[in-house]
């Protein structure tokens, strides 16, 4: 990707020939699916004449994830086998297919059981050989224009242009782009077509989406490795948890345990929690039988698997605790030390904590070698990233079984270092200090979300702060803001009196949680909290706005992103976390960080460094957040950026 449009042209010319090649054999070819024939390696079998997959394979052309389309003849030959539209959506989504689909959608031409997937691709060559098949009239379909009249192509290709824009979003080229290639090479020949396709994949190639989602990939696989290392070193068998708390998070915990199959305590003080836990279990159970993903039987075996309790009762027959009871550091101190007590030896104890240092928790504890922090995040049933933290008493053993349970529970575990904050929160709340600092300087909450959506954040700050809960998100505010003195203590050059957010939770606006933060919040017909706009919350704040200044969508982005980066580059070089690649996954998996950005780290190199470090100097005003570090300035002196 690195080289010029030649070196591009030669590399996919190559494979283009000898897939070319295979299509004018003069003979018929067939192809035994038995894995994963993903992009080329599913475009290597549509050159072939005939596919036989085994029940268990699964096929597709998932290059549009990482920004680009099919380049070796995807684009061509898939249309003309399954059909425009069909062909648009197995591109433009980039599934994995599975092989009931596969054939349904006629990518494969039969599915077999593995053990006879051999014997019939060889029983499929002979009655092609044998002119039973007709692997010419096959070849011709896949190599001449496509056969849907003038009026039905221009009505598929208008309606999936408009889907595929819709769904994909204005930052994400590479869906659009696969539509147009699709839609310009269909009354083409093959060879015309594979031009067509060379050119829109050669442009999406140099674009910085591209760049980052591949950089995503590879960062996605190097987590993984780096995982399973810690995973393969566990000596310690997880066969029963116990979740201790059952509000929004021990109530996930213990779910996300129970459907992969653990048997879970979940221990709460209070009934009513422990009554919303299985309610809110029942719930996603019953969602995954509605959708076909799951038998009521399987689902009944699930909750079966979650034991609410009053008691500490069966807990010491437990594997690993994981503590997700109110963040306060003197309850979660008691509750910790009771729970040891009760525990075999060589249990594991750790805390869903946000940012509670894990070596104060541990100062209570008689085995700190044992505790370790499991950050989950919120939803826990669909966020993938859990943060564990080491703490400087932790055993690598604990770690690494800590880790190889997250695998288990079908997480991204990433292992950082004890500090205020953590990895992902020690992060974000710089940037919602910048976003109260933007507000005290008159902007529009609704205008610096608008701004911060479209940029690529799932959610602006203020709809953010309203989802996690105000009052979450406040009682987060001592541990950064005390942990970091030599940055916090100057925010807004030591003026930094009223929090906007502090405000609202004084005046009991806790978000969706109560139905009032920064948005008013009403159940929509399935439910779901909807929001709108409350204009008592500006008369609430408006006393404590120094100015009216509009501020510039560039502001905007560069005042909410600033702190975060330079607090993320804090982290690298005090060594929290060892590489850019665990925490720009961190970051993404986390806090849904834009993919198509790739991450924060891979933002700057991005933006170039040097012009980053300009712009933050712009804010300087603002505090010591908006001051890059000393290797920062070094490293753009230098041209060097934090990828090579
Ligand atoms: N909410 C989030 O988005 C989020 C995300 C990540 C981490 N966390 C952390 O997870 C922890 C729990 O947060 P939450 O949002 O689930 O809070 P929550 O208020 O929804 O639940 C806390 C539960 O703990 C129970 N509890 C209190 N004392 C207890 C005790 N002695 N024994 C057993 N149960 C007890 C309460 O009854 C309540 O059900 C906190 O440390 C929080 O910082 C929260």
Redesign the pocket.
Known sequence: FNGTDDDRRAFLSSGNQAFNKIESMPFPTVVAINGFALGGGFEVCLACDFRVMSSKAQVGVPETKLGIIPGWGGTVRLPRLMGFDNAVRWITTGGHNKAAAALRDGAVDAVVNPDVLRDEALDMLVRAAEGQLDYSSRREQKQSPLTLNEIELEMSIHTCRDMVAAKAGPNYPAPVAAVEVLAKASNMSRDDALEVEFQAFSKLSQTPQCRALVGMFLNDQYIGSVAKKYGKKSTKAVNHATA?????????IAYQNAIKGFPVLM????T???A??MSEANKLLAKRVDRGRMSPLDAGNVLSRIMPSLSYDGIENTDIVI??????AK??G??LA??EGKLAEDAILV??????SIDQLADNLKRPENFCGM??????HAMPLVEVIRGSKTSEGTLAAVVAHALALGKKPIVVNDCPGFLV?RVLFPAVFGFDMMIIDGADFQQVDRVMEAWGWPMGPAYLMD???ID?AV??FPSILEGYPERMSDIYGGDYKVSPTKLLFENDRLGQKNGVGYYLYEKDKRGKPKKSVDDSVYALIKPHVRESQPLSDEDIIARFMIPMCIELAHCLEEGVVDSPAEADMSVVYGLGFPAFRGGIFRWMDEVGLDKFCDMADNYSELGKLYKPTQRMYEMAANGESYYA
């Open positions: 201790l708390g059952a509000g929004i998070m021990g109530g996930g221990k709460d003080i209070n009513d929690s422990l919303l836990g503590e997700a009871v109110v963040e306060n309850i979660k008691i509750v009771e729970v805390s869903n904590t946000s940012t509670i950050h989950f995040f919120n939803p826990v929160n989802v996690v809960g979450t009682h987060c």
